[in-house]
């Protein structure tokens, strides 16, 4: 098959799972979050053992096929990566591994738990540390979307340059994203604890990551 072919249609099977993928992620930020903090207590359980389990189904596959069909399209113009593209991959890749490793493990206990209570049983123990674990790994991918959804536009119509001649900035802006992903595993919520915060925050971080590739 035409490369060409194939690099369309990965693009296509991207836009389609990107929106399935980052859709979901601010239904749950934006929505279903702010829901629960108003919520009764037997219709959040209701909630986490029938609706949370389907919506985290779409956004984890979401998530898997966003970052498979990414993977095809850089393969395929591995050679004409551009900062912007790089940076959004960054960007894409570290949200990809906080749905499978931190929100989907952490929201696994929390379905179980909210099942067993449901039963008629207690709630585990361990939910208890789930939830903000679950939690702050959420609020940091709807950071990293912003910044990830304007570099990749960018990388198509407003590129900053190649890798090798942007790189001082390229390794500062890395290292900005690495210390926000440290503090997703093992910070706190800070600003992107309110909804306005992490919209803020997330703009904000546009700017930062924009400036430094401009400036540096």
Known sequence: ????????????????????????????????????????????????????????????????????????????????????ITVGAVLGTLMFLNVWLIIWPNQKIIIASNQQVKDGGEALAEAGAAAPKAGLASRTNTLFSIPMLYFMGSSAHLPNGSIGGESTALIVSLVVIAALELNAIFGKLGPIASVKGVITSGFGLTVVLWGLLQVL
């Open 1 to 84: 098959m035409d490369m060409a072919i194939i690099d369309y249609l990965a693009k296509w099977g991207h836009y389609l799972a990107g929106i399935t993928w980052i859709g979901l992620l601010y239904y749950f930020n934006f929505v279903q979050t702010e829901y629960f903090k108003e919520a009764d207590p037997a219709a959040r359980t209701d909630a986490f053992v029938g609706l949370v389990p389907r919506a985290l189904w779409w956004f984890r596959w979401g998530a898997m096929f966003t970052f498979l069909t990414g993977l095809i399209m850089l393969g395929i113009r591995g050679a004409g990566l551009t900062v912007d």
